[in-house]
């Protein structure tokens, strides 16, 4: 099993660029996460998906869309990259969702550059 | 604000040395989640718990609810353990959401 994966591993991007950031899990996981991590802080939820056909808003939405294509994959867009958007991002999906016992497992990570 | 402190930032230490990384938060929690990122950047589940303590391998969590204070524990560290270490709480009232520290940067010196 390949666990979480995440495409692209890097990418560069001018002011005002779109780009969609792919996320996929074959662990039949019912939630997916998007996360960002930037220098001095921790993890911020971007957006989650607590089960196919539903998502919902974390801690910095503003920027950012989601699809939840199926049990899968979990995309996240950029319609109008802002310097302010670079940081490195963390696809995450957990069995279960809403129990609180329930780990998450994480892909290795976006490194997104925006000039 | 939900908030999590982890404590030190930083911390350097001799191969074979017992180590403690604290963190500690601001009210009722559900679950804490100690996790650890690799200087590659990938990161890894560590011990989810929600109360008492957790034991793998050299590695021991342990949580006080009334404090509300986790800490994680590597006994006989070794270099492979230089890493970050992050905690996370999911709090009562935030349903679904994680809230994340800034994490511990450790380095263990041959």
């Known amino acids: 099993n390949a666990g979480v994966t995440q495409t692209p591993k890097f990418q560069v991007l001018k002011t005002g660029q779109s780009m969609t950031l792919q996320c996929a899990q074959d662990?039949?996981?019912?939630?997916m996460y998007w996360y960002r991590q930037d220098p001095g802080m921790g993890l911020r939820l971007i957006y989650y998906s607590a089960s196919e056909g539903t998502t919902d808003k974390g801690e910095v939405p503003n920027g950012y869309n989601v699809s939840r294509l199926n049990k899968r994959e979990f995309s996240l867009r950029l319609e109008s990259a802002a310097p302010s958007q670079t940081s490195v991002y963390f696809c995450?999906?957990?069995?279960?969702?809403?129990?609180?016992?329930?780990?998450?497992?994480f892909g290795p990570g976006t490194r997104l550059t925006v000039l | 604000k939900n908030e999590v402190e982890q404590s030190p930032q930083n911390l350097t230490a001799q191969e074979g040395e017992f180590i403690t990384i604290n963190c500690s938060y601001s009210v009722g929690i559900s679950a804490l989640h100690w996790l650890q990122q690799h200087p590659g950047g990938g990161i890894v589940s560590l011990f989810m718990?929600?109360?008492g303590k957790k034991k793998h391998g050299r590695l021991i969590a342990t949580i006080n609810i009334q404090e509300k204070h986790s800490s994680l524990h590597i006994t006989a560290s070794h270099p492979r353990d230089s890493a970050v270490y992050i905690c996370?709480?999911?709090?009562?009232?935030?349903?679904?959401?994680?809230?994340f520290g800034t994490g511990t940067s450790l380095t263990v010196i041959p």
């Open positions: 662990m039949n996981h019912n939630s």
């Open positions: 718990l929600s109360s």
């Open positions: 995450a999906s957990s069995a279960l969702g809403g129990v609180p016992l329930d780990t998450q497992y």
């Open positions: 996370a709480v999911r709090y009562r009232n935030t349903g679904n959401q994680f809230y």
